[in-house]
C-alpha cells in the first residue's frame, strides 16, 4: 500500500513537473515581418508562439511565401498582417490556400497616406497606398485592439492576460512616441527633411513634422526603378535644401544609393527599415535605433 501511494505521489510529481516545463504547444501564430510578430509577441505572451515570415533583410515589399511557409499558413490558427497594401502576393498565395477568416488584417479602417503623384488612379492599385504604417508608433497602438480582440475571439481562456498586456505595451507606446518628440525637438526646424532610398518615412515624417525631399526611389515599393533625370532632379533638390544625408535601409545594400552618395556626396545613415535586427530586437528598439541615428544625423 505504501508502495503504491508512493508510486502515486510520483506520477502526480511528474505529471506537474511536465506541465510546468513544457510551455503550451501553440506555433500558430504566424507574423508577415518580424515588426508584427513582435507586437503580437508583447500581446500574447510567452506562453504563444509567434513565427514570423519574411526573414530579416528580405524586402518586405511583394513577398511571397516558400512551399515551406505554405505549409506553415494551412497549420497556423491566426496570421498577423501589416495590411495597407504590404502583403499583397503573400495574401494571394494565402487566400487559395487556408481559410480567410485566419487572416488578420491589423491597418484595417486606418487612414492611409498615399501617393502624392498618382492621385486618381484605380483604388484598386495597392501601390498607391502606404504600407508603412510602423514607422509612426501610434498607427501601432490603433493594432493593439484588433489584435486583442482576434487572439481572445482564438483563446477566450487568456482573454485577461491579452488585454493586460495590450494595456501594458500601448503604455509603452506613449512613452515611445513621447521621447521621439523630445529627440525631434533637438533637431532644428529647416533641418527636419528625410531624404530616403524609397518612401519609406511618410507616417513618421508626418507625424513628427519632418518634410520629405523625396526619395531616390519615387515609390511605396523598393522594387522600382528611378530615371536618370528622376536622379539628377532629386540630386538638385536636396543641393538647394542642403540635405545632409540620405536614409537607406541597412539590411539592403544597394548600388543605387551608394552611385547616388558619390554623386551627391551626401553621406548615406543606414537605418532599420522594414524588419528588426539583432541589435533591435524589439519594436521599441528598432523605433530607438532610426530616431537615434536620424537626429545625430540631421543635427550634425
Ligand atoms: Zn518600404
Redesign the pocket.
Known amino acids: 500500500m505504501k508502495k503504491k501511494i508512493y508510486l502515486y505521489g510520483l506520477l502526480m510529481l511528474s505529471l506537474l513537473l511536465s506541465c510546468r516545463q513544457e510551455p503550451r504547444r501553440s506555433a500558430e501564430l504566424l507574423a508577415s515581418t518580424s515588426i508584427v510578430a513582435d507586437v503580437v509577441r508583447q500581446v500574447a505572451g510567452p506562453s504563444h508562439t509567434v513565427t514570423e515570415l519574411i526573414p530579416p533583410g528580405a524586402s518586405?515589399?511583394q513577398f511571397e511565401p516558400t512551399p515551406h511557409q505554405i505549409i506553415l499558413l494551412h497549420q497556423a490558427g491566426l496570421i498577423f498582417l501589416n495590411g495597407a497594401g504590404l502583403e499583397t502576393r503573400l495574401i494571394k498565395a494565402a487566400v487559395s490556400q487556408v481559410d480567410s477568416t485566419h487572416l488578420v488584417d491589423l491597418s484595417t479602417g486606418l487612414d492611409f497616406r498615399t501617393h502624392p503623384d498618382l492621385h486618381g488612379q484605380s483604388s484598386h492599385d495597392h501601390s498607391r497606398i502606404d504600407p508603412?504604417i510602423w514607422t509612426d508608433p501610434n498607427l501601432v497602438k490603433e493594432w493593439l485592439p484588433v489584435m486583442t480582440r482576434r487572439l481572445s475571439a482564438a483563446y477566450p481562456e487568456d482573454s485577461l492576460i491579452f488585454q493586460q498586456n495590450a494595456r501594458i505595451f500601448a503604455d509603452t507606446l506613449t512613452a515611445l512616441d513621447q521621447w521621439i518628440r523630445e529627440q525631434v525637438g533637438q533637431i532644428p526646424v529647416q533641418r527636419r527633411i528625410l531624404l530616403t532610398d524609397?518612401r519609406?518615412l511618410g507616417y513618421f515624417a508626418d507625424r513628427y513634422g519632418f518634410s520629405q525631399v523625396g526619395a531616390l526611389i519615387p515609390s511605396?515599393?523598393?522594387l522600382a526603378e528611378p530615371t536618370a533625370r528622376d536622379l539628377a532632379r532629386l540630386q538638385d533638390q536636396a543641393s538647394q535644401l542642403k540635405v545632409p544625408a540620405v536614409f537607406v535601409d541597412r539590411l539592403q545594400n544597394k548600388a543605387l544609393a551608394r552611385q547616388f552618395s558619390t554623386d551627391s556626396g551626401l553621406r548615406l545613415v543606414p537605418l532599420l527599415?522594414?524588419s528588426l535586427a539583432v541589435d533591435a530586437a524589439t519594436y521599441p528598439d528598432f523605433i530607438r535605433y532610426n530616431v537615434s541615428r536620424i537626429c545625430t544625423a540631421l543635427q550634425e
Open positions: 518586405v515589399h508603412h524609397h519609406s511605396f515599393s523598393d527599415m522594414g
